[in-house]
C-alpha cells in the first residue's frame, strides 16, 4: 500500500505531464508570433514572477549553499538552453520528428542516473521504456504522415537532440539539489537562471511583443504560469521522491496526452496508427512504474 506522501507525489508527476502536454497546443500558437529566443524569454519571465511572489509569501528565502550547483546546472541546460533550442528546433522540423527525437531524453535520463546518482536500472524500467519510446516513435511517424507541409532539416534534428541531452542533464543536475532546498526553491531560481541565460533575447522580447496578436503574447504568459512555474514545481516535488529514471519514463505519457488535447482544441483528428502510439506510451508508463508481484512498500523513491 502507497504511502499518503507516495501518493501525492505521483499526483503531482501527473499533474506535470498534463501541463506540459498543454504546452503543445500553446507553443503552436505563440511560436508563429515570437522568435525561439523571444518566446523562451517571455516564458521564463512570466514563471519568475509567479514563483518569486509565492517564494515571498511562504517566506522560504534562498536555498541552502549545497544546492546551489544543481540549481545552476539545472537552469543553464534546462530552462535555458532546452526551451530556445526545442523551440528553434520546430520551425525546422515537423511535429512528429521533433517528438521522436526529444523522446530521447528520458533513456538518457535513465543512462544518467546510473551513471552519475548511482541510481539502479530494474528490468521493468527499461521494458516500460521501451515500450514507450516505441509509442513515441510510432505517434511520431503518423504526425509526420498526416502533416501537409511535415519536412526535417539536418539542423532540426541537432537541435531537437540537443533539446533531448539539455533535457536529461537538467533532470540528472536538478536531482542532487532536492536533497538540500525545497521543490519551490530549486524550480524558482533554476526558472530564473534560465532567464538570465536568455537576457540576450531581451531586444527581441521587447519588438515582437508589440507586433504579436493579443493570442500569442496569452499563450506566452500561460506557458510561463502553468507549464513552467506549476509544473516544473509539482515535477521538482514528485522527483525529490524518486528516481530520475522512474520520472523520466513517466513523461512518456504526454504524447499520448498531446493527441487528445490536440484532437480537442485544434481539431486534428488522429487516425488509427497515431492512437496506437498513444495506447503504448500509456502502457510502456504502467509497466515501467510498476513493481513485482509481491514487493512490499519499499520507500517513496520505488512507489512513487
Known amino acids: 500500500m502507497q504511502k499518503p506522501s507516495s501518493r501525492l507525489a505521483l499526483v503531482a508527476a501527473g499533474v506535470t505531464v498534463v501541463l506540459w502536454a498543454s504546452a503543445f497546443v500553446s507553443i503552436r500558437s505563440a511560436g508563429a508570433a515570437y522568435s525561439p529566443g523571444a518566446l523562451a524569454l517571455g516564458r521564463l519571465l512570466s514563471g519568475v514572477l509567479v514563483l518569486g511572489a509565492v517564494l515571498l509569501v511562504r517566506r522560504e528565502g534562498l536555498p541552502p549553499r549545497a544546492a546551489w550547483p544543481g540549481i545552476a546546472v539545472s537552469g543553464l541546460l534546462w530552462f535555458g538552453v532546452y526551451m530556445v533550442v526545442l523551440n528553434w528546433g520546430e520551425q525546422e522540423v515537423d511535429a512528429g520528428t521533433a517528438a521522436m527525437v526529444v523522446n530521447v531524453g528520458p533513456i538518457l535520463i535513465a543512462l544518467l542516473g546510473a551513471r552519475f546518482l548511482g541510481e539502479s536500472l530494474p528490468p521493468r524500467l527499461l521494458a516500460g521504456m521501451a515500450v514507450s519510446f516505441a509509442g513515441a516513435v510510432t505517434v511520431g511517424l503518423s504526425m509526420s504522415r498526416d502533416s501537409s507541409g511535415g519536412h526535417a532539416s539536418v539542423l532540426g534534428v541537432a537541435l531537437c537532440l540537443l533539446a533531448a541531452v539539455a533535457y536529461a542533464g537538467g533532470v540528472v543536475a536538478q536531482k542532487p539539489a ?9 524550480t524558482t531560481f533554476g526558472c530564473l537562471a534560465g532567464a538570465v541565460a536568455c537576457l540576450p533575447f531581451a531586444g527581441q522580447l521587447a519588438g515582437e511583443v508589440g507586433r504579436a ?20 514545481t509539482t515535477w521538482a516535488y514528485a522527483l525529490a521522491r524518486t528516481t530520475a529514471g522512474r ?17 480537442a482544441f485544434l481539431g486534428e483528428l488522429p487516425g488509427p496508427l497515431t492512437l496506437a502510439g498513444g495506447a503504448l506510451c500509456l502502457a510502456g508508463v504502467a509497466v515501467s512504474r510498476s513493481r513485482p508481484r509481491g514487493s512490499g512498500a519499499t520507500g517513496t523513491a520505488e512507489s512513487t
Open 247 to 263: 520520472m523520466g519514463a513517466t513523461t512518456y505519457a504526454a504524447p499520448a496526452l498531446v493527441v487528445l488535447l490536440a484532437w
Open 178 to 186: 532536492l536533497a538540500h532546498g525545497s521543490a519551490l526553491q530549486v
Open 213 to 232: 496578436p493579443l493570442s500569442a503574447t496569452l499563450n506566452m504568459v500561460y506557458l510561463g504560469v502553468f507549464p513552467t512555474a506549476l509544473a516544473f
